[in-house]
């Protein structure tokens, strides 16, 4: 995650296919967003890519051999880790209700057939970026602040033990690393 000193923050797309051609579909669909796209071609590497990234969101193939993603979206959302993480269904199936409703039980976000409308999926996605995004924003956020408050709160002990040098050090520390702005 990027600090308040502007180190950049990406977000991340999961895109998991078996077919190599759709991944670079939905790249190019993408593409031009501020988004990082990782493509995978089965549920197993998407889970392991998981262990080791963040992901804004997950684009997932209902239908796969050897792990579908109904059963790739059931282990991602039994992880403390990733289940906060949104997933888009995308399958070639012709619709059908029970399908849906078995990926919005497990805790997709949508369910969407194809062929779909590019620009839909592109809007649907870019959401779910600004919000990764803004949480991560906010996360560095209090995290900053989190780190004042202890500097402050180091500095009063450090004044009730009647050390105003030390206290004035601590924060004289903190204002440079946070670059709070000198009060005269």
């Avoid at 269904?89 to 619709?95: R, V």
């Avoid at 004044?159 to 030390?166: I, R, Y």
Wanted: glycine share 4%; with cysteine.
């Amino acid at each position: 995650m990027g600090d308040a000193g502007g180190d950049a923050v990406t977000a991340k797309a999961l895109l998991v296919d078996d077919r190599r051609e759709n991944l670079v579909a939905l790249e190019a669909i993408l593409q031009g967003l501020a988004v990082e796209t990782v493509a995978v071609t089965s549920g197993e590497e998407a889970l392991k890519c998981l262990l080791v990234d963040d992901f804004a969101v997950i684009l997932l193939d209902a239908s796969m051999p050897t792990m579908d993603g109904f059963e790739t979206a059931t282990h991602i959302k039994q992880r403390e880790r990733t289940r906060h993480i949104p997933i888009i269904f995308l399958t070639a199936l012709d619709y059908d209700a029970r399908l849906a409703f078995r990926g919005y039980q497990i805790g997709a976000v949508d369910f969407i057939t194809k062929p779909f409308d590019p620009w839909v999926l592109r809007s649907k996605v870019a959401v779910f970026i600004d919000l990764w995004l803004k949480s991560a924003e906010l996360t560095a956020q209090v995290t900053e602040h989190m780190a004042m408050q202890d500097s402050v709160t180091k500095a009063l002990a450090l004044l009730s033990s009647n050390d105003s040098d030390g206290a004035a050090s601590v924060l004289r520390a903190a204002q440079a690393k946070h670059a709070v702005p000198r009060v005269r």
